[in-house]
C-alpha cells in the first residue's frame, strides 16, 4: 500500500543548528516526491520537488530509493524555519499521498 | 493573483444540518481537488474535479458527501446531515493545466475548519 511516514510529530532544535526531518514512503512504482510547507497563518505551499533538485530557504531534500526515505534537511536553522512540514508522494497525475506532518520549533 | 480563495473559514454546524464549503481556484486553474485534514493527521485526497467534471471521486465517502464545480463560479464541497466525526479542516487546491515536468504543482487555499456540536 502507498503511505507516506512522518514519524516525528515535532522537532525543535536551536536556532544554528542543523535540521533534519524524517520521510519515509512505501510505493511501489516511480515515486515523485515532494515537501510542502505551513507557516503560521498562512496556507500551505510547496517547498521542493525531489525531481528539480533545487534547495529552498537553505532546505535540500534527497530522494534514497534504497532506504525508500525523501528526508528535508538544512545545515543551519533559522527562527523562520518555524512551521509546519509535510512530506507527499504522487500517486497519479494529480493524487498526492501526505504524511502526518512535522511542526518544527526553532529555538532562539 | 488573489490565490485559492475558501469561504467560510470557519464554519459550525449542528448534527444532521447540511455544510457547504466553497473553493475559487486561481484564474487560470481549471483542475480543483479538496482534502480533508482530521486532527493529527496528514491531508486526505477526495476528490478531483474540472469544469463540470468529477474526475475522480475515490477519496469521497460515499454517503452524505458530493462535490461540484460548475462552469461559472466556485467548486462547492457539500456536507449533508452532519456528523461530529465530519468536524476537521477542509483544503481545496487548484492546478493549471499540466505541463511537462510540472505536474502536481497544487496552490492550497486557507482552508475551511468545519465544528459540528
Known amino acids: 500500500a502507498q503511505r507516506v511516514t512522518q514519524p516525528e510529530k515535532l522537532l525543535s532544535v536551536f536556532k544554528g543548528a542543523p535540521v533534519e526531518l524524517k520521510c519515509n514512503y512505501s510505493y511501489s512504482g516511480s515515486p515523485e516526491l515532494f515537501w510542502y510547507v505551513q507557516y503560521s497563518r498562512q496556507r500551505l505551499q510547496l517547498l521542493l520537488r525531489h525531481i528539480s533538485r533545487e534547495s529552498i530557504k537553505g532546505f535540500t531534500a534527497d530522494l534514497n530509493k534504497g532506504e525508500t526515505s525523501f528526508h528535508l534537511k538544512k545545515p543551519f536553522a533559522q527562527e523562520e524555519d518555524s512551521a509546519m512540514y509535510y512530506c507527499a508522494l504522487s500517486h497519479s497525475n494529480y493524487q498526492l499521498i501526505w504524511g502526518a506532518g512535522t511542526k518544527l520549533i526553532i529555538k532562539p | 493573483n488573489a490565490g485559492v480563495m475558501q469561504n467560510p473559514r470557519h464554519l459550525v454546524r449542528r448534527r444532521g444540518q447540511e455544510a457547504r464549503l466553497r473553493c475559487s481556484p486561481m484564474?487560470?486553474?481549471?483542475?480543483v481537488y479538496w482534502y480533508r485534514q482530521l486532527p493529527e493527521e496528514g491531508l486526505k485526497f477526495m476528490v478531483y474535479?474540472?469544469?463540470?467534471?468529477?474526475?475522480?471521486e475515490s477519496g469521497m465517502p460515499k454517503e452524505r458527501f458530493s462535490a461540484e464545480f460548475p462552469k461559472e463560479g466556485p467548486s462547492i464541497l457539500r456536507i449533508q446531515q452532519v456528523v461530529r466525526g465530519d468536524s476537521a479542516a477542509y483544503f481545496c487546491?487548484?492546478?493549471?493545466?499540466?505541463?511537462?515536468?510540472?505536474?502536481?504543482?497544487?496552490?492550497f487555499g486557507p482552508g475551511t475548519r468545519l465544528t459540528v456540536l
Open positions: 487546491a487548484s492546478s493549471p493545466t499540466f505541463a511537462s515536468g510540472r505536474r502536481n504543482e497544487q496552490f
Open positions: 484564474k487560470g486553474h481549471s483542475h
Open positions: 474535479l474540472q469544469k463540470e467534471n468529477i474526475i475522480d
